[in-house]
């Protein structure tokens, strides 16, 4: 359904990525624990960094499942049990929120403001990030990379969101992410876009007038 224009902000919908804005960083301690599970040595944790993105792309596009991604990144297939434990402590990386972040997105969707989720995610992820109280209550779609069979910064996943915003223009939805490359692909398709590098004031000020509305009402 297309949405008829009504923002003081010139914008009508907002289209987030997860990780790096409302989903907060790995710790220190949740990679060491990884480590630890995959029984790799303590010293190597930057060598488990580096086999765990490397492969890391093909899982979140849905193309490699849970036992195929781990055997890359480990070398040899995990057993059942390993291989719940890895996707279990894997998961939970990823999972913590910004409070802040969500207070603001909040505020913003009690003025109204459509917001799509697009997520480079594997299927695990995706699934338990939909069953979070903010993804419900926030989001009017979640679109997760495991699901499209493509990864940020392909523009279909750019395409496919912007469908989900209703929003026929472009310019008038907002793109944030925390990698560059994403929000050039995205600019490049004629979304706005806003490169979060960890400051909740930078998207405060990208909705200020929605936020100020929603406060008063």
């Known amino acids: 359904m297309t949405r008829i224009p009504v923002s003081p902000i010139g914008v009508d919908a907002v289209i987030l990525d997860y990780n790096g804005v409302i989903g907060?960083?790995?710790?220190?301690?949740?990679?060491?624990?990884?480590a630890r599970l995959a029984d790799w040595p303590d010293t190597g944790l930057a060598s488990l960094q580096h086999a765990f993105w490397?492969?890391?792309?093909?899982?979140?596009?849905?193309e490699?499942?849970?036992?195929?991604?781990?055997?890359?990144?480990?070398?040899s297939h995990p057993g059942p049990r390993l291989l719940r434990e890895l996707r279990t402590a894997d998961t939970a990386m990823w999972t913590r929120t910004d409070s802040h972040v969500l207070d603001?997105?909040?505020?913003?969707?009690?003025s109204g403001l459509t917001m799509v989720l697009l997520s480079n995610a594997p299927a695990h992820l995706s699934n338990v990030l939909d069953a979070t109280d903010w993804r419900r209550e926030l989001m009017d779609d979640a679109l997760y990379s495991a699901r499209l069979g493509r990864c940020k910064p392909d523009p279909a996943a750019y395409e496919h969101a912007l469908t989900a915003t209703g929003?026929?223009?472009?310019?008038?939805?907002l793109f944030v992410?925390?990698?560059?490359d994403n929000?050039?692909?995205?600019?490049a398709l004629g979304l706005r876009t806003l490169h979060y590098v960890g400051q909740?004031?930078?998207?405060?000020r990208q909705l200020l007038p929605l936020l100020a509305d929603s406060s008063s009402t």
């Open 183 to 187: 929000c050039l692909a995205a600019a």
């Open 64 to 75: 490699l499942s849970d036992l195929a991604y781990w055997a890359k990144v480990l070398g």
């Open 177 to 180: 992410d925390d990698r560059e």
């Open 200 to 204: 909740p004031a930078d998207l405060e």
């Open 54 to 62: 490397n492969a890391r792309e093909p899982y979140d596009a849905g």
């Open 24 to 34: 907060l960083q790995p710790t220190l301690g949740q990679w060491q624990h990884l």
């Open 104 to 110: 603001l997105l909040y505020r913003a969707r009690a």
């Open 167 to 173: 929003i026929p223009d472009p310019g008038r939805v």
